[in-house]
T-cell receptor, first 116, second 113 residues
Framework: DADVTQTPRNRITKTGKRIMLECSQTKGHDRMYWYRQDPGLGLRLIYY???????NKGEISDGYSVSRQAQAKFSLSLESAIPNQTALYFCATSVGFDPGEEETQYFGPGTRLLVL | GNSVTQMEGPVTLSEEAFLTINCTYT??????LFWYVQYPGEGLQLLLK?????DKGSNKGFEATYRKETTSFHLEKGSVQVSDSAVYFC????????????FGRGTSLIVHP
């Protein structure tokens, strides 16, 4: 089974709808991240969480919210979807900062979202 | 702040050609450097990494050397295969910064038979 899973894998929604993307991990990592990927723009960080009680805004948090329900679960919500939120969304985890250890990111398979 | 600059793609090569994808960075502190690969329809996965100056990361025939003097981490492979077609991302994690990673914009590689 995959270590980082995302549901749904594909989603089509309409402008103004609220939707939730879910991420679960079995790696036991404390840190979780949400990114969006757009052609030519690479990966942009939306939100990140270093533990269950810690939530931080990333580069492009406007229009999004998150919930860290448990160490293993990190959900991303679009409160009122708009067409320019059409993108590929990735969840990722990392073990946590430890001097001398690199912060390798482990990615889920992505959710492809289309907002009409 | 931290930043990563990659050469723009797509890079189009014939099978068995030599590959170089350039990556330069700006960072505070002493960053660790990474190359991730994204195959079609999949998430990113770590390809190789280097944690200090002059280290060489290698995997699957790919190599990259951490050059502090030129702030670079160029990805190379001596003989590419069609199966190497993917998007490649250079990234850094700076120990003295905010502890979140910085990614480049990605470089698409297309290898023709």
């Amino acid at each position: 089974d995959a270590d980082v899973t995302q549901t749904p894998r594909n989603r089509i929604t309409k402008t103004g709808k609220r939707i939730m993307l879910e991420c679960s991990q079995t790696k036991g990592h404390d840190r979780m991240y949400w990114y969006r990927q757009d052609p030519g723009l690479g990966l942009r960080l939306i939100y990140y969480s270093f533990d269950v009680k810690d939530i931080n805004k990333g580069e492009i948090s406007d229009g999004y919210s998150v919930s860290r329900q448990a160490q293993a679960k990190f959900s991303l919500s679009l409160e009122s979807a708009i067409p320019n939120q059409t993108a590929l969304y990735f969840c990722a985890t990392s073990v946590g900062f430890d001097p001398g250890e690199e912060e390798t990111q482990y990615f889920g398979p992505g959710t492809r979202l289309l907002v009409l | 702040g931290n930043s990563v600059t990659q050469m723009e793609g797509p890079v189009t090569l014939s099978e068995e050609a030599f590959l170089t994808i350039n990556c330069t960075y700006t960072a505070t502190g002493y960053p660790s450097l990474f190359w991730y690969v994204q195959y079609p329809g999949e998430g990113l996965q770590l390809l190789l990494k280097a944690t200090k100056a002059d280290d060489k990361g290698s995997n699957k025939g790919f190599e990259a050397t951490y050059r502090k003097e030129t702030t670079s981490f160029h990805l190379e492979k001596g003989s590419v295969q069609v199966s190497d077609s993917a998007v490649y991302f250079c990234a850094l994690h700076a120990s003295g910064g905010s502890y979140i990673p910085t990614f480049g914009r990605g470089t698409s590689l297309i290898v023709h038979p």
